[in-house]
């Protein structure tokens, strides 16, 4: 059994903070001149709720009041699991969608009895947003009321992190690391990635699970919804330059270069290690590269501080690729906030002036794709503290480590 140093009984968020971060919400609301604030989207819900579900066709949202009530309305199929899971005070739900009755119109009729009709309200969105092919009236339209979009506040909410939040993602960054590292140790020529990406992941969540108690849930969307997770997705050999490849179930060969991602969900909270790896040696053009993108992510490590703003470390990242005519090899900003989704806001863009305060997570991943000699990523997890930042992520960065010899 592997050994697990947080007890399990704070491996969840407790009442007491959602409670705290709904009676927020509710004082924005106040703030704002409106009656309620109504979310939709699944992660807010959850960051609110407590209740985490697989979003669908199906309509769900959280409604807040400006007295810091709380409200989840949810189709039939979800009402017992609402119920069990969420720290709503109160479940509405409806029959089905499409139905006879459309739903918003059922959630209408809830705004009604909650005296919310005809008043000013906060949404993320507008009604719920298309989702599998959902189709349906805007929220406005139903309520009679003037909806304002609150998706500002409510993801900079999310952004800064609470010291419970921030060992959610140390917890999950054990894990990613634990499987990073059986990922690596099963590569090898004539393997294919889903073999390799399979076995890591399940030993690597079995180990997670036998730590953490039969209590715990990963409480997350897709495929991270299982436990640890570690993968290629397709960025092998020349395919490595692709950033956003896709899973290919392709074999490893001798002088391929590889770029990985690992992660691991805990109570729907997600870290992020990505690393650029070689089997067999590298040549001097790889290693040259492999080097020119450790320092970029080093530049952007060294501008990450409060009071900074986004923008400022990806133009940092731009001009160390400007100085040494990089230009041609970049496709992407330096990273992207991570919490309760694998990329969330703020993003770390040249166009995003938000300013880093403590608490904020980052996944710090500017790359460099060769279409010729493979894509060149490293991902790490960062913290701003209230002096500068702290990497949370700790496998291996040098080249020495990342070589994988046959």
């Known amino acids: 059994m592997v050994a697990n140093p947080i007890?399990?009984?704070?491996?969840?968020?407790?009442?007491?903070?959602?409670?705290?971060?709904?009676?927020?919400?509710?004082?924005?609301a106040r703030k704002q001149g409106a009656a309620a604030a109504l979310v939709f989207e699944s992660p807010r819900v959850l960051y609110y709720s407590g209740f985490a579900f697989y979003p669908t066709e199906r309509p769900i949202a959280l409604i807040v009041t400006a007295e810091g009530e709380q409200h989840l309305f949810v189709p039939r199929l979800e009402l017992e699991h609402a119920r069990q899971e969420g720290f709503?005070?109160?479940?509405?739900?409806?029959?089905?969608?499409?139905?006879?009755?459309?739903?918003?119109?059922v959630l209408a009729r809830v705004l009604g009895e909650l005296g919310l009709t005809g008043r000013k309200l906060l949404a993320d969105h507008d009604g719920y947003p298309w989702i599998f092919g959902y189709t349906g009236p805007a929220l406005s339209e139903v309520a009679g009321s003037e909806v304002e979009r609150a998706y500002t506040f409510i993801d900079h909410q999310m952004s800064v992190k609470s010291s419970a939040e921030i060992g959610l993602i140390k917890e999950s960054m054990k894990w990613a690391n634990m499987a990073h590292t059986l990922l690596q140790r099963y590569t090898a020529p004539g393997?294919?990635?889903?073999?390799?990406?399979?076995?890591a992941s399940m030993e690597a969540t079995l180990a997670m699970k036998d730590a953490l108690g039969s209590t715990f849930?990963?409480?997350?969307?897709?495929?991270?919804?299982?436990?640890?997770l570690a993968l290629y997705r397709g960025q092998i050999g020349k395919n490595s330059s692709l950033p956003h490849a896709l899973t290919g179930n392709l074999e490893f060969s001798m002088g391929d270069v590889l770029v990985t991602g690992a992660t691991a969900p805990v109570w729907g909270y997600l870290?992020?290690?990505?690393?650029?790896?070689?089997?067999?040696?590298?040549?001097?053009?790889q290693i040259r590269l492999f080097g020119l993108m450790k320092e970029a992510q080093e530049?952007?490590?060294?501008?990450?501080?409060?009071g900074a703003r986004?923008?400022?470390?990806?133009?940092?990242?731009?001009?160390?690729?400007?100085?040494n005519d990089l230009g041609q090899y970049w496709r992407h900003h330096s990273g992207h906030?991570?919490?309760?989704?694998?990329?969330e806001p703020p993003y770390l863009d040249i166009g995003t002036e938000v300013v880093l305060e403590p608490g904020m997570v980052f996944a710090v991943e500017p790359g460099l794709y060769h279409p010729e000699l493979g894509g060149y990523r490293h991902a790490d997890t960062v913290l701003i503290t209230a002096t500068g930042a702290e990497l949370l992520s700790y496998y291996p960065r040098d080249i020495e480590a990342l070589v994988i010899s046959v």
């Open 88 to 105: 709503a005070q109160q479940v509405h739900h409806y029959d089905e969608y499409p139905r006879l009755e459309h739903p918003m119109l």
């Open 7 to 28: 007890p399990i009984s704070t491996l969840r968020l407790t009442e007491s903070e959602h409670a705290q971060r709904v009676g927020r919400l509710a004082e924005h």
């Open 299 to 306: 530049v952007a490590f060294a501008t990450m501080r409060p």
């Open 217 to 228: 849930k990963a409480q997350a969307m897709g495929f991270f919804n299982e436990g640890a």
């Open 310 to 323: 986004c923008a400022d470390i990806d133009r940092a990242v731009n001009e160390y690729f400007s100085a």
């Open 271 to 285: 870290s992020e290690i990505e690393r650029t790896m070689f089997l067999g040696e590298p040549n001097a053009e």
């Open 337 to 343: 906030g991570i919490g309760l989704r694998n990329h």
């Open 191 to 199: 393997v294919s990635e889903t073999e390799v990406s399979m076995r």
